[in-house]
């Protein structure tokens, strides 16, 4: 089974129908302070609306709840090559 990880979570994501869930790296002005960074996992509907939004302090705990609540929903990775012609700036 695919997974998120420390080494690709930046262009991963699973994916449930119009669902997508995946992990993005944010702060806020008290982890700034602290020098740390926060880890968001969202779950996003086909219409670019947020359904779900949960904050993480670690990357590692981030990355094991996703793939615990979406493990298995269908992994995608974003860097694949899409099908097309690959002189199109497109692809």
């Not at 420390?6 to 994916?15: G, H, K, S």
């Not at 990357?59 to 002189?87: F, M, R």
Request: proline content about 2%; some cysteine.
């Amino acid at each position: 089974m695919q997974s998120i990880n420390l080494e690709n979570w930046t262009y991963t994501r699973f994916e449930n129908g119009p669902y997508r869930a995946f992990l993005s790296l944010g702060a806020d002005p008290e982890s700034l302070t602290a020098d740390g960074f926060l880890y968001y996992m969202t779950v996003m509907n086909g219409e670019e609306i947020e359904v779900m939004q949960k904050t993480f302090t670690s990357l590692t705990t981030a990355c094991l709840y996703a793939n615990d609540h979406y493990g298995d929903w269908t992994w995608i990775d974003l860097t694949a090559k899409k099908e097309g012609c690959s002189t199109c700036i497109a692809h």
